[in-house]
């Protein structure tokens, strides 16, 4: 990025000047997708709080068992489109249109998540992160039923909490940062491969 579009206000760290466990970790991702996403370029500077997102990250994104790895990019996209949050928005908008193949839904729930068709799972999954994105303390016993009815069990329950918790973080140190996405994140999902 040039000095004019910088990656993040507070600077970035290249991954050959990452700590070797960083190094290692970083460029598997970097390997896999062709390029270091900027939050991690930005994360860096502060190596400890970067690895404890990183696992946090892992336990919540990489389960194999409860929500679908869609539905979790799902909860990303609709948390990070309520906190206005454009890197979250743009990355994770990627990785949803990837995992469900659909070009158009990480843009539809993105900016108008309450209209936007889904199944009845989906929209659970959404209203809930919506609202613990938005009003948290107003959460009752009602909208876990809701949920519940819509077929999730409380561990996903759980999940969409924890995942919108951890994005809630994330996007507002994105907007701390003022963290620019990758330019690769724009165009993934939307054209064949």
């Not at 460029?27 to 997708?33: H, L, R």
């Not at 400890?48 to 679908?68: K, N, Q, T």
């Not at 743009?90 to 995992?99: K, T």
């Not at 909208?143 to 999730?152: F, H, N, Q, S, Y």
């Amino acid at each position: 990025m040039s000095d004019q579009h910088p990656v993040s206000r507070f600077g970035a760290v290249e991954l050959e000047d990452m700590p070797a466990d960083l190094r290692e970790r970083i460029g598997v991702i970097a390997e896999k997708s062709g390029f270091v996403p900027n939050i991690f370029r930005a994360l860096a500077r502060r190596p400890a709080e970067l690895r404890a997102f990183l696992d946090y990250h892992d336990a919540l994104m990489e389960r194999s068992d409860g929500l679908s790895k869609a539905e979790r990019e799902l909860v990303v996209v609709a948390t990070s489109g309520a906190n206005h949050c454009t890197y979250c928005v743009v990355a994770h908008g990627a990785i949803l249109r990837v995992r469900t193949k659909d070009p158009e839904i990480a843009d539809r729930v993105a900016t108008n998540p309450y209209a936007v068709e889904l199944s009845p799972r989906e929209r659970a999954i959404v209203d809930l992160a919506l609202l613990i994105a938005t009003d948290s303390a107003t959460l009752t016993e009602a909208e876990l039923d809701d949920a519940r009815a819509a077929g999730l069990t409380d561990d996903e329950i759980w999940d969409v909490g924890a995942i919108t918790a951890l994005f809630a973080m994330s996007n507002r140190l994105a907007h701390l940062t003022a963290l620019r996405p990758n330019p690769e994140f724009y165009l993934m999902g939307r054209l064949p491969r």
